[in-house]
Structures are given as structure tokens and as C-alpha cells.
């Protein structure tokens, strides 16, 4: 299910039809915030073809909610589709509440649901467009991860997206490189406090991914988008299908000794972190 975002970006690959599953989340449940896109839908391909039930929640469209859900069945396992905004906390508590009735179980939760504008100038930023980064990119990982707690057994999983800006900067994404810095101290300190319990907690840092959050550089400035690439060693931007394989690698008991950890992916742009 390949997708042509926009012109000025390669079409985004989802999944590598070579990827042979093992059942290496057979019977899990599985919840991915923003899993009806980009590199949710990644991970929820990915992981139903490991043999996980999944439930994605989606913000706004419901269409590309829909298509995923259809390509989760299609690797032979059940999809949940829930519609929420994961700033705001009931909804996360309701989310979690479906997913239970839905499958009984919650084994490995993926915060995933982001967004970003990029401002020339920290003068440009207003209060609401501040908080609004955190609502979305920080406060839904705690809403999310609260409710999920009481559910998560022994062995469990919280898989959180931060992102590679967090560790190297981007000056024009300052409250959105902000939000994924505290997602590093989140993860950091949660998984220290959950290791009693068996629940691991680690985080992916993506680099420049074909998405369609990179749409709100359009008009801010083009070239960013065009030249994403070049800013890796690699000299080119990532498919949705490369970073899947990192939140199944942090879901299964493949990283049973890991916790606490940043999975960077991103074509060589993190070297020292
Ligand atoms: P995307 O635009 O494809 O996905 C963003 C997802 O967030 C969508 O599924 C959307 O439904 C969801 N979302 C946005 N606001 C929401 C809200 N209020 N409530 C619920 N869901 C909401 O982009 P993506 O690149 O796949 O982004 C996924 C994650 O990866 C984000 O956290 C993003 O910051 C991170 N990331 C992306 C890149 C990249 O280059 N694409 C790089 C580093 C990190």
C-alpha cells in the first residue's frame, strides 16, 4: 500500500513484502497512536504480520484509517480503529478502555502520534501553538501510558516516538524539538520506574522519514522538503518500511535486556548518542 504524499517527496513504502513474520507478537494486543500513518502504519504492518491484533487511533482522517485497518486484516490478524485526540486525556482513558473490551488484553503500546510547525522565530510562536506541541506530542504519551498501566502485564512494552531533532537540534522546529526531548526524559525515567514490574520502556528517534508531516514545510520553506535527504550521511530520506522493524525489534522478547534505550534510525545522522 504504497502512498504518493506529495510531489515534492519520493512515495512512501510501508512495508518490505520480503519481511517474512515468525510470530514474534503472536497473540499480542498491540495499541499504536497515530497508526493510521507514516510510521504508525509502518509499525502496525509490521508487528500483525508478527501475528499482533492491533488497534490504531487517528485523529482527523478517517479514510486512511480505514485503509489501514484493511491492510492490517489483510496480514491475517483483528484491527481496532479508534478516533481521538490524544491531547486530551478522556480520550486516551476511553481509547484504552476499547481496546481492552476489543481484545482483552493490552501487551505493548506505541505513542506515536505527533505533529509539527515549523516558526522562523521564537517570536512567532503564540502561547496556544506552544502548548498545543505538547498536547499532542507529550501530554498523550502520558494520558496514554497512565491508562495503560493497570493493564500491562509482566513483559510488556511501551514504545515511545521521539525524534532524531531531540539529539541534534532543528532551529526551526523549536517547540516541536522541545516536545521530543522530554519524550527522551519520559522514557528515561518511566523505564526505571516500571523495571520491577517487567514492563520495559524504550523509544525510537526517527531521522527525515517520507511522511506527511514533513507537508508543514510547505510554503514555510519547499526546499526543506526537496532537500531532506542531504541531510543524512546516507544522502537520502527513509521509508516508513525502515523504521517498522525497530518497533517490533522493542516490542518482542527480541530486547528482553533492553530498557530505557533510544533506537536511533536515521541514516547515520546520530553517531555519539
Ligand atoms: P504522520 O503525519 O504520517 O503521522 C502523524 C500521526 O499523528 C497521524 O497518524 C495522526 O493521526 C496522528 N495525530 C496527530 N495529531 C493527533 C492528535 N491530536 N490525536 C491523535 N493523533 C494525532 O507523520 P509521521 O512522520 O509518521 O509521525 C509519526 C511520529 O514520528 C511523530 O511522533 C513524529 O514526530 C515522529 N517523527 C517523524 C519523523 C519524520 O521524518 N517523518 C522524524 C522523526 C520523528
Not at 11 to 21: L, P, Q, S
Not at 183 to 206: D, M, S, Y
Not at 247 to 260: E, H, I, K, R
Amino acid at each position: 500500500m504504497d502512498e504518493k504524499i506529495d510531489d515534492m517527496m519520493p512515495v512512501a513504502e510501508f512495508i518490505d513484502e520480503n519481511y517474512k513474520g515468525s510470530g514474534k507478537l503472536h497473540g499480542k494486543s498491540v495499541l499504536i497512536s497515530g497508526g493510521d500513518s507514516g510510521i504508525g502504519r509502518a509499525a502496525a504492518l509490521y508487528a500483525a504480520r508478527e501475528g499482533a491484533n492491533i488497534a490504531i487511533i487517528y485523529h482527523t482522517d478517517e479514510d486512511r484509517a480505514n485503509d489501514t485497518r484493511k491492510a492490517i486484516e489483510g496480514e491475517g490478524t483483528e484491527a481496532l480503529v479508534i478516533q481521538a485526540d490524544v491531547g486530551r486525556s478522556a480520550a486516551c482513558d476511553a481509547a484504552v478502555g476499547e481496546v481492552i473490551e476489543k481484545f482483552g488484553t493490552l501487551d505493548v503500546l506505541i505513542n506515536n502520534a505527533g505533529f509539527q510547525k515549523p516558526y522562523a522565530s521564537l517570536t512567532d510562536i503564540s502561547d496556544e501553538d506552544w502548548i498545543a506541541h505538547f498536547e499532542v506530542n507529550m501530554h498523550g504519551m502520558f494520558y496514554l501510558a497512565r491508562a495503560a498501566l493497570p493493564h500491562l502485564g509482566k513483559g510488556a512494552s511501551i514504545i515511545n516516538t521521539t525524534s532524531v531533532n531531540a539529539f541534534a537540534g532543528n532551529k526551526h522546529l523549536v517547540p516541536y524539538t522541545a516536545t521530543k526531548g522530554a519524550i527522551t526524559g519520559f522514557t528515561r525515567a518511566l523505564a526505571l520506574q516500571l523495571v520491577e514490574q517487567g514492563i520495559r520502556v524504550n523509544e525510537v528517534a526517527p531521522g527525515p522519514v517520507v511522511t506527511p508531516i514533513q507537508l508543514a514545510f510547505k510554503g514555510y520553506d519547499d526546499d526543506i522538503i526537496k532537500n531532506m535527504g542531504d541531510t543524512t550521511p546516507m544522502q537520502r530520506i527513509g521509508q516508513p518500511r525502515e523504521l517498522g522493524p525497530a518497533y517490533v525489534y522493542l516490542a518482542c522478547n527480541d530486547s528482553s535486556f533492553v530498557t530505557g534505550q533510544t533506537l536511533h534510525v536515521n541514516g547515520g545522522m546520530i553517531v555519539n548518542g
